[in-house]
């Protein structure tokens, strides 16, 4: 534990709050001033970005934009957040949404799904905010034995994979279950098909085993130097075949098949 706590950014140590807007635009200040978590966040935004292209023309709307840079790469998107923050367009909750009925052509999410308390009320809202052949495209914790060994033991968020949907606390960042994507999405796929037939999962993919622990994420100091960023997604992309037991993150692709 001291070597973690030697690890941590110095203006990282004093944090208590998570769920203070201050710890979000401290998060965008270390996004942007870290290569390897920069690089890696313009990665899963044009993960995000082909998932749903082309994007011209399209009402997009990403969620719990937080301190990201999401316009770098899809500069139509519409940016929120449930935190009143200076970098977002708009203020809201992902469970009561400000967009009439059918008029969005896309939902995106990183890291978010397993924040929301109540995930029944989002679909439910996610489908009335969608147009038919409109997507949810989220990236969230994998559920791998590599991904379980760092979630339970370097990082705050619980990972419980014997929860149930619904979170007992509430608070944007403070409060999760890491687990709860897979939860939903594969221990109870039956049941989530069941409670929204009319929202098809197109894909789930594991991937990303080792590129976020060595930018050190925002809290912990970046393991290499920034130009070794391209030789580690080398490797990455050369373990693909063994994404499902190590991948700390997933890529997940819903689409509204119905009204």
Known sequence: MKILEWLKLPQTRVI?????????????????????????YIDFYKQLEKAVSPVQNKIIVELGSGGGFIKEVIPNVITSDILELPNVDKVFSAVDMPFEDNS?????????????????????EAHR???????????EPANTPWSRFV??????ELFDTKAKWGLEKTGPLSHGNGALPWIIFSRDRKIFESEFPSLKILAIHNHTPVR????????????????????????????????????????????KISG
């Open 16 to 40: 208590k709050n998570l769920d203070d807007p201050a710890v979000t635009m401290l998060h965008a200040k270390i996004a942007q001033s870290k290569l390897f978590l920069r690089r890696l």
């Open 104 to 124: 969005i052509d896309a939902l995106l999410m990183i890291d978010v799904l397993h924040h929301i308390a109540d995930s029944m009320a989002f679909f439910k």
């Open 129 to 139: 905010c969608l147009k038919t052949s409109g997507k949810i495209v989220m990236i």
């Open 151 to 156: 979630y339970r033991n370097f990082h705050h």
């Open 212 to 255: 976020y622990l060595i930018s050190g994420g925002f809290t912990l100091r970046q393991m290499l130097p920034s130009f070794a960023y391209p030789i580690v997604k080398a490797v990455e992309c050369a373990l693909y075949p063994f994404n499902n037991l190590i991948g700390i993150f997933q890529t997940i692709e819903l689409q």
